[in-house]
Protein backbone atom coordinates (compact mmCIF):
# COMPACT_ATOMS: atom_id res chain seq x y z
CA UNK A 1 0.00 0.00 0.00
CA UNK A 2 1.13 3.23 -0.94
CA UNK A 3 0.31 6.54 1.54
CA UNK A 4 0.81 10.32 1.20
CA UNK A 5 1.11 11.80 4.28
CA UNK A 6 4.45 12.93 3.40
CA UNK A 7 2.91 15.04 0.07
CA UNK A 8 1.21 16.79 3.31
CA UNK A 9 4.10 17.45 5.38
CA UNK A 10 5.68 18.53 2.25
CA UNK A 11 2.53 21.38 1.25
CA UNK A 12 2.73 22.06 4.93
CA UNK A 13 6.15 22.95 5.35
CA UNK A 14 6.26 24.96 1.95
CA UNK A 15 3.25 26.85 2.95
CA UNK A 16 1.31 25.78 0.03
CA UNK A 17 -2.13 25.13 -0.50
CA UNK A 18 -4.20 22.05 -1.96
CA UNK A 19 -5.19 24.80 -4.46
CA UNK A 20 -1.94 26.10 -5.39
CA UNK A 21 -0.89 22.41 -5.71
CA UNK A 22 -3.85 21.63 -8.07
CA UNK A 23 -3.04 24.97 -10.20
CA UNK A 24 0.71 24.25 -10.60
CA UNK A 25 0.50 20.66 -11.45
CA UNK A 26 -2.84 20.71 -13.16
CA UNK A 27 -4.69 18.11 -11.59
CA UNK A 28 -8.56 18.28 -10.09
CA UNK A 29 -10.29 17.74 -7.06
CA UNK A 30 -11.14 13.85 -7.45
CA UNK A 31 -7.40 13.13 -8.10
CA UNK A 32 -6.63 14.99 -4.63
CA UNK A 33 -9.21 13.09 -2.73
CA UNK A 34 -7.73 9.98 -4.29
CA UNK A 35 -4.30 10.61 -2.69
CA UNK A 36 -5.91 11.61 0.53
CA UNK A 37 -7.72 8.44 0.55
CA UNK A 38 -4.56 7.00 -0.57
CA UNK A 39 -6.31 5.10 -3.35
CA UNK A 40 -4.49 4.12 -6.54
CA UNK A 41 -3.16 6.84 -8.53
CA UNK A 42 -1.34 6.94 -11.89
CA UNK A 43 2.30 7.42 -12.24
CA UNK A 44 1.57 10.62 -14.23
CA UNK A 45 -0.06 12.04 -11.48
CA UNK A 46 2.98 11.47 -9.07
CA UNK A 47 5.27 12.50 -11.85
CA UNK A 48 2.99 15.94 -12.16
CA UNK A 49 3.69 16.40 -8.11
CA UNK A 50 7.34 15.49 -8.24
CA UNK A 51 8.14 17.95 -10.94
CA UNK A 52 5.72 20.69 -9.47
CA UNK A 53 7.31 20.18 -5.81
CA UNK A 54 10.93 19.56 -7.16
CA UNK A 55 10.72 16.58 -5.22
CA UNK A 56 11.68 12.51 -5.54
CA UNK A 57 8.60 9.80 -4.58
CA UNK A 58 10.00 9.10 -1.52
CA UNK A 59 9.96 12.94 -0.23
CA UNK A 60 6.01 12.49 -0.90
CA UNK A 61 5.30 8.73 -0.99
CA UNK A 62 5.72 5.41 1.38
CA UNK A 63 5.02 2.14 0.72
CA UNK A 64 3.98 0.08 3.65
CA UNK A 65 2.61 -3.37 3.97
CA UNK A 66 -0.90 -3.92 4.20
CA UNK A 67 -0.60 -5.69 7.20
CA UNK A 68 1.32 -3.72 8.85
CA UNK A 69 -1.73 -1.44 11.55
CA UNK A 70 1.09 0.88 13.06
CA UNK A 71 0.25 3.40 10.30
Do not use: P
Not at 22 to 38: H, M, P
Amino acid sequence: MIIFDKLWEVLQKREMSIYQLREKCGIDSKTIRRLKANDNTETKTLNKLCKALNCKLEDIATYVHEEDNSI
